[in-house]
């Protein structure tokens, strides 16, 4: 269906005329456009990795991984995107992830949408499949979804060492950490180690000092985005330094994995297990 036609659709004659403007109405057929807006940075990072880098021509205002990702013109967020960005663009697909449900109707106007859902291990590998299928790229994306299965569905060792998986922060009034179910919750179980916090939850997971204290971690974790890793945990042990009773502040057992890459539940989730390996080694006693 031509652009004139999806137009007359459009609810807002005014919205119809910049888009109009915008992406054009020339004799270009629009199959042959082959570009691929990602409003996802965990989906962009995944579009890279099966090789698809050459064809993302767009990428959400927080995607930073991999590196050559930062040269591709910022287009919004799946939560917020920014349609005159996009349209200019004038890609083939957008990919989404379902936090941009919203926005789906509006997206469809400017091209096809594909709108994954990309929370859990099995989420996020159905995806991998997904676009791996609608992108020609099923061998590559079959790999690569079923050794994330494999390593990320792995239960946690029963003997494993208690640790927090905690968000870095200015203090310890509220420590926001990673849930148990979560992609990086089963990340720190293939590296080791059993998650401090014994319950899956769906709500905000954030703990105050004294439920911290209730939980007694054995270790500490901090994930950062940036930084150097010694600073981190130097900066760390600060933050928690006044919950002496804590059996990880006592025993100094306080780490931390650093990158913008370990925040993505995607391909960079296999390395940070063996980041938190790594970690784990070290504060193990």
């Known amino acids: 269906m031509g652009f004139p036609i999806r137009c007359k659709k459009l609810r807002s004659a005014g919205f119809c005329l910049a888009l109009f403007l915008l992406v054009g109405c020339g004799g270009e057929d629009e199959r042959e ?110 790999s690569l979804a079923t050794r994330f299965e494999a390593v990320l569905s792995a239960e946690p060792p029963p003997d494993g060492i208690r640790v927090l998986f905690a968000l870095d922060g200015p203090d310890a009034n509220e420590v926001w950490y990673l849930r148990r179910n979560s992609v990086h919750g089963h990340a720190l179980h293939a590296a080791g180690a059993r998650n401090a916090i014994e319950r899956d939850i769906t709500g905000p997971a954030v703990l105050t000092p004294e439920e911290l204290v209730r939980a007694k971690p054995d270790a500490i974790i901090v994930l950062a985005v940036d930084g150097e890793t010694e600073a981190v945990r130097r900066r760390s042990r600060e933050r ?36 938190l390996s790594r970690e784990i080694e070290l504060l193990t006693p």
């Not at 940075?41 to 767009?58: K, S």
């Not at 205002?61 to 930062?70: H, I, L, N, Y």
């Not at 990919?95 to 109707?105: F, K, M, P």
């Not at 990880?248 to 390395?271: E, N, Y």
């Open 33 to 142: 456009r082959a570009g691929i807006v990602s409003l996802a940075p965990a989906i962009t990072e995944t579009l890279f990795a099966l090789d698809l880098g050459d064809r993302v021509i767009g990428r959400s205002d927080f995607g930073q991984t991999p590196p050559k990702v930062r040269d591709l013109p910022p287009v919004g967020t799946s939560l917020s995107p920014n349609f005159e960005a996009i349209a200019r663009l004038r890609p083939a697909v957008i990919v989404t992830d379902q936090s941009g449900a919203a926005h789906r109707e509006s997206l469809a106007r400017l091209a096809e949408v594909i709108e994954l859902p990309w929370l859990s291990v099995a989420e996020v590998a159905d995806g991998i499949r997904q676009l791996g299928e609608r992108f020609d790229r099923r061998d590559r994306a079959r």
């Open 240 to 275: 928690f330094a006044r919950l002496a009773t804590l059996p990880a502040v006592r025993a100094g057992r306080i780490g931390a994995v650093v990158g913008s890459r370990f925040a993505l539940p995607g391909p960079s989730s296999l390395d940070l297990v063996e980041a």
